[in-house]
Nanobody, 126 residues
Framework: QVQLVESGGGLVQAGGSLRLSCAASGRTFSSYGMGWFRQAPGKEREFVARINWSGSYTYYADSVKGRFTISRDNAKNTVYLQMNSLKPEDTAVYFC???????????????????WGQGTQVTVSS
């Protein structure tokens, strides 16, 4: 069992930065790949980024590539999402998720995730 709690969301102007954190409970955190997703009002949940268990491999959605960076610290049971050059279209609730699926250079689908956090709101004003 893994419990996930996101933090770090808020209101920021376009062009600004935010760093999201996802703290995990449980001693098996390092055995899971992790992902970040987001969901805007009226839209489906979409993949943002993923990272493998050790942090050595990452993969990003085209819409955030070059602006967002996913990382993890297994000693702290935490995964991060550094978001730079934010745009109004990045406005959404951001969720972290844990997945037992082996890492691949492809999007992580929501149905491939075993555990979810409650989400944190990110609002980017123009």
């Amino acid at each position: 069992q893994v419990q996930l709690v996101e933090s770090g969301g808020g209101l920021v102007q376009a062009g600004g930065s935010l760093r999201l954190s996802c703290a995990a409970s449980g001693r098996t955190f390092s055995s899971y790949g992790m992902g970040w997703f987001r969901q805007a009002p009226g839209k489906e949940r979409e993949f943002v980024a993923r990272i493998n268990w050790s942090g050595s491999y990452t993969y990003y959605a085209d819409s955030v590539k070059g602006r967002f960076t996913i990382s993890r610290d297994n000693a702290k049971n935490t995964v991060y999402l550094q978001m730079n050059s934010l745009k109004p279209e990045d406005t959404a609730v951001y969720f972290c998720a844990a997945s037992q699926k082996l890492f691949s250079n492809n999007i992580l689908r929501p149905e491939e995730c075993n555990y979810w956090g409650q989400g944190t709101q990110v609002t980017v004003s123009s």
